[in-house]
């Protein structure tokens, strides 16, 4: 054991919260991107280049541990994830070397020389190591290679290799993290570039997605800015070039250094805000500026510390970091060295006091899409009690005064032979088709049968192909697809101007609704399953006979659909529609996707504009009731709500869910209470066209569209798809689940329709 009283100078702290300079220590070489490691009481580091020094946080003698066996300097080392026995793993350009530090430490007192097992040799120069959560393999990074060591099985000629330079990015990996509960590996690379893969059974370890911290911290800093809770210049933290010349740019990368596990899940929810235990898989992120909270579920930043802002820390500008936490206090232990000199600090951060820091405010009030009020008088959903009675006393007299000059006989004698008036019709017009009655009771009865069988919770997803049919002879675009509420009808909007109604089967000929000027956009089914409107390029919202209307929702109209059919005066409209209300997003700017339930009782309306942001508005209050920034990186072309199905039941809280989707940002799921988006899924290449999405009536799933000719699926508790749908000869423009049986219909950009059931 050394004396470390020469090297170790121990801080009083700051008076801040989140962050505290515990100790510094000075190496004679710097170890500026050098992976360091951090245990619950140990950390690691190496000590004149060779040699692995340990110290022990709560030794108050502050005696190091010093272990030899590298005959090149140490460029990674890393704890194990047990604490009996435990291990800790470095590497050099010679070796790479397993410890067991309580055999170490004994063979210390003992006065023997420590020595570990050497594992691999020549891989190269390993820039970071991890152990996985059983302490079995080791994942090494050499360069842009990955390679998987086990511990109790190694082979000293091949190795194991996973990943290769043609894979991942042309910059060293510098860190991986493996994350148990997810089952997904994380790795990131000095251009700041996070890469993550997942690691269940059957995915061969397929890329999740791949993240840029620098735009992420871009967006977070922008998010608190309009918060409210980033309001100073100085208090920004976006990738400045101002003091530059003009003409002059600079590209600002934060080289990822470490990544280590963040669980928030220890931190009562009071101190996280609107962040819930249960959406923390999170991890940090060391960086050469700062560490950040990345959240794995959502791919976004949840929370950053920047050194610069902490006068009291030593080191501003890191070259390497370790982390980790701490469950006794619920703190976190981070090892930092400095990018310049041999710097090394132990810092300790409060990770509640970071996050409750950053956090956006809640929203004032509680949001929910059932609604739990009644319409208020002053909202534009109240029609008004007496102008309705009024309204319904003068059309009951109107009628009754037609009905006593329909019932007065035109002459006064008690026969007339020439009118006909007492006698029997001698020939029947505009008899009722009787085929079209018995039609409607083999329907009505189609649906009371399905009416009874529920849509089966736990079912499979549909991926076997069904029927295949062109919607349009000319390969016309299909731009939406909806399935009426029972689950018989499939409506389709074309680009040709088109609407069309198939069985949904899609067996026999589909009928046709032509009228609008421009391609059919959106078509929507209304409760009843009677009536069908549809909204097209032209402007215009048609609705269509024998089929219902879906109102415009920024557009608020108060309506009445004329159902009296009289042949001679079938020219005149007696349908009309009156504006009642007109609401502009904040800013006024374009809107570019609308969505509200109508398969339930609500007053949410949510749009989407085309400044990125998605807007709710409150019907039953008349006024918007929040804004969501930044919603993503580019304007969001449809939002999707989970609407269920009337043959099958959810949570209630399950209705607040949405998506949400733009071109090349995937697809996110948000939820209305704490208007937090909760999951990113971006496993589907959509670069140029606007795929559309949907939910299954279990709300289990979600699908969407994609550009490569495949449909996805995804889980909601997965980051990656779950399957992936192939059979189609073009880009799948949209996507639609059967409310009443597990069937998946897509929609393709040369007016195809697919099918695809249950096994």
Not at 49 to 70: F, K, V
Not at 538 to 555: C, I, Y
Request: a neutral charge; glycine letters at 6%; aromatic letters at 8%.
């Amino acid at each position: 054991m050394e004396n470390p009283q020469d090297i170790f100078s121990s801080n009083g702290g700051c008076l801040i919260d989140i962050v505290i300079e515990k100790y510094l220590v000075e190496s004679k070489e710097s170890v500026s991107h050098v992976q360091l490691a951090c245990s619950m009481q140990d950390c690691a580091f190496p000590l004149d280049g060779t040699e692995l020094c340990i110290w022990n946080t709560e030794d108050p003698s502050h005696q190091l541990l010093i272990l030899r066996g590298h005959h090149q300097p140490i460029t990674a080392m890393a704890f194990g994830n047990k604490v009996n026995p435990l291990l800790i793993c470095s590497a050099s350009l010679d070796y790479v070397i397993m410890w067991n530090l309580e055999e170490c430490r004994e063979k210390v007192l003992q006065g023997l020389v420590p020595r570990g097992t050497v594992m691999g040799s020549l891989l190269g120069k390993v820039l970071c190591l991890q152990l996985s959560p059983d302490d079995h393999v080791v994942a090494v990074c050499a360069g842009n290679k990955i390679f998987m060591l086990d511990i109790e099985v190694w082979d000293h000629c091949t190795g194991s290799l996973i990943y290769s330079s043609s894979v991942l990015s042309a910059y060293p990996l510098l860190s991986l993290f493996i994350d148990a509960e997810s089952r997904q590996l994380v790795t990131g690379c000095a251009d700041g570039q996070l890469w993550i893969f997942s690691l269940m059974d059957g995915h061969h370890y397929r890329r999740v997605a791949r993240v840029d911290l620098r735009k992420k911290t871009e967006t977070f800093s922008t998010r608190r800015v309009k918060s409210g809770l980033c309001s100073q210049p100085e208090e920004s933290h976006l990738p400045s070039t101002s003091a530059l010349g003009k003409g002059e740019q600079v590209e600002v990368t934060f080289p990822v250094l470490r990544l280590a596990p963040c669980d928030l899940s220890l931190i009562p929810n009071s101190a996280c805000g609107c962040l819930s235990s249960e959406n923390t898989q999170c991890v940090w992120i060391g960086s050469s500026v700062g560490l950040f909270v990345f959240n794995l579920a959502n791919l976004e930043v949840e929370a950053a510390l920047y050194y610069k802002d902490f006068q009291s820390l030593s080191i501003l500008l890191a070259g390497s970091c370790a982390l980790r936490n701490r469950t006794a206090d619920r703190k976190a232990l981070c090892l930092l060295a400095s990018l310049f000199g041999g710097k090394i600090a132990v810092l300790e951060i409060n990770p509640a006091a970071l996050v409750r820091a950053q956090q956006c405010p809640s929203v004032g009030q509680s949001l929910s899409v059932p609604a739990s009020f009644c319409v208020l008088p002053t909202s534009p959903l109240y029609l008004g009690i007496a102008k309705e009675k009024s309204t319904k006393a003068a059309s009951q007299q109107r009628c009754a005064a037609r009905n006593v000059m329909k019932d007065q006989r035109l002459v006064f004698h008690s026969k007339v032979r020439s009118s006909g008036y007492a006698s029997a019709p001698h020939v029947t017009m505009f008899s009722p088709k009787t085929n079209i009655k018995s039609e409607g009771k083999g329907s009505s009865r189609r649906r009371s049968r399905c009416a009874w069988e529920a849509y089966p919770v736990e079912c499979a997803v549909p991926t076997k192909p069904g029927p295949q049919v062109t919607a349009a002879p000319t390969c016309a675009r299909v731009c939406c697809i909806q399935y009426s509420g029972d689950g018989q009808w499939l409506a389709c909007g074309l680009a040709n101007h088109l609407s069309l109604v198939f069985d949904a089967s899609l067996t026999g000929t589909p009928a046709v609704f032509s009228g609008h000027d421009g391609a059919v956009n959106a078509v929507c089914w209304s409760q009843d399953r009677r009536w069908l409107l549809s909204a097209a390029q032209d402007g215009t919202l048609r609705v269509w006979s024998a089929r219902g209307a879906e109102l415009a929702l920024l557009l608020l109209l108060k309506y009445h659909i004329d159902t009296c059919k009289d042949e001679i005066k079938r020219y005149k409209q007696k349908s009309k529609s009156k504006l009642i209300c007109r609401l502009s997003m904040t800013g006024a700017v374009d809107m570019t996707s609308l969505s509200a339930v109508n398969d339930f009782y609500s007053h949410i309306v949510l749009t989407a504009g085309r400044n990125r942001t998605v807007e709710v508005f409150d019907l039953n209050a008349g006024c918007s009731a929040a804004v969501i920034a930044e919603a993503h990186s580019r304007p969001v072309h449809q939002i999707c709500q989970n609407k269920g199905s009337s043959f099958t039941t959810q949570q209630p809280q399950a209705y607040n869910l949405f998506l949400t989707t733009a071109i090349g940002d995937g697809m996110r799921l948000w939820d209305l209470r704490t208007l937090r988006c909760e999951r990113h899924f971006e496993g589907h290449p959509t670069r140029g066209y606007p795929c559309g999405i949907a939910f299954s009536p279990c709300g289990r799933f979600a699908a969407c569209g994609a550009e490569d000719r495949h449909a996805y699926v995804y889980e909601m508790g997965s980051s990656t798809y779950s399957h992936r749908l192939a059979g189609h000869t073009d880009t799948v423009t949209g996507v639609a689940f059967n409310p009443s049986a597990p069937q998946l219909a897509t929609a393709t950009l040369d007016g195809k329709l697919q099918l695809f059931l249950t096994e």
